[in-house]
């Protein structure tokens, strides 16, 4: 079975730029989460989705980020305009429902803000 | 609110001697608790989850760990580590509600031949 994909792998933007991120979950998995993680750190969950719905979206710096779900299929994370601190590497991450199971990791997108 | 600790961010070890990686949490309600293995420009793994019953949990890699309640700790041990086994290895936490995982820091598993 195909795993989580993301796209792109890699962005360097300037600081004040935008920047988009991609995410298409494992085909049939409900929940969909989009965490970060700067250098040295464990990820951070930014937002949950459950199909199409936001569950959990209380660390996410509304003022600058922004995601949707629109189908309940892929989700997009943005960032308008960027900080220096949003350098990290953001990671998307699936599972079958809402609950214990196991959540399946995108390689990632890491970003540079210059 | 829950959290997780891991004490050490850096174990290095020689291959074939055994590890331990410690993993302390709080949480004010029942917990879920895993570990994670992050190998080099990829995303994480996950290598064996706390929901129930026993709690010596074995996982992938021969990797296995023990939930302790009274002492709220989830360590990861393998008996015999190899050089591929070099990695970063996350603790993390979740409840009930949004199932959402809080991470650790990351222990950083050094192997040298």
């Known amino acids: 079975e195909a795993g989580v994909a993301q796209s792109p792998r890699y962005k360097i933007i300037e600081k004040r730029q935008s920047v988009a991120f991609w995410c298409n979950p494992i085909?049939?998995?409900?929940?969909l989460y989009w965490y970060q993680q700067i250098l040295g750190q464990g990820p951070k969950l930014l937002i949950q989705f459950q199909n199409n719905g936001v569950v959990d979206d209380s660390q996410l710096p509304k003022d600058r980020f922004s995601a949707e779900r629109l189908k309940g299929v892929d989700s997009t994370l943005k960032i308008q305009p960027a900080k220096l601190e949003d350098s990290a590497v953001y990671l998307c991450?699936?599972?079958?429902?809402?609950?214990?199971?196991?959540?399946?990791f995108g390689p990632g997108t890491r970003l540079t803000v210059t | 609110a829950q959290s997780v600790t891991q004490l050490d961010s850096q174990v290095p070890v020689f291959e074939e001697a055994p590890v331990e990686l410690r993993c302390n949490y709080s949480?004010?309600?029942?917990?879920?608790l895993f570990w994670y293995v992050q190998y080099p420009n990829q995303g994480l793994q996950l290598l064996l989850k706390?929901?129930?019953?026993?709690?010596l949990v074995k996982g992938i890699n021969g990797f296995e760990a023990e939930f302790n309640k009274s002492q709220t700790s989830f360590h990861l041990r393998k008996p015999s580590v190899h050089i591929s086994d070099t990695a970063e290895y996350f603790c993390a936490v979740s409840g009930s509600g949004s199932y959402k995982l809080i991470f650790g820091s990351g222990t950083r598993l050094l192997v040298r031949p």
């Open positions: 085909s049939g998995h409900a929940t």
């Open positions: 949480s004010s309600v029942s917990v879920y």
């Open positions: 991450a699936s599972s079958l429902d809402r609950g214990p199971y196991e959540q399946y």
């Open positions: 706390y929901l129930s019953g026993s709690t």
